[in-house]
């Protein structure tokens, strides 16, 4: 699903969607170590693959490096609209920041609609067969918590990603 929908951003922006996710999103972000595939990520500042690969059996035996970069173990090069990107936490924390304004940039402008930010909230899964969310049972939504005033503060009652 994710691929094709980067395929359409392509065909629809006349842009590789790599090149469409850096300057609209990226750029006006100012998100400058994120990439949006991993073949450019420097092995130098990745966390590398890792697992256990046996003997006597695979997920036995010593932890051990499996790759000397992402890309060796998980090559998403061609489905990098499903989840390609490379990041860290300042940058994660700029794009978390632009949710939590509903798609408002620092500068005032918009990254996205409010309607945007409404359906990206929207939980999209309805846990149960109840007739839809409620705080027990609230659903999932994309990158969202679900919390309720209390006391002056908010609690969060479940989350999802």
Known sequence: MFIVAGEVVAAASGMAWEAFVQTRILDRLGMTETLPLMTGADPAKSALPHGRVGPPLRYQGEMQTIGQSI??????SSAGA???FVTNPVDWAKWIAVQLA?????????LYSEARANEMWRPNIIIGSSAGPTETLPGRAIASTYATPRAGRCRTIAASG
């Open 71 to 76: 890309q060796e173990v998980w090559n998403w």
């Open 82 to 84: 499903a989840g390609g």
């Open 102 to 110: 509903r798609g408002e940039l620092p500068d005032g402008t918009r």
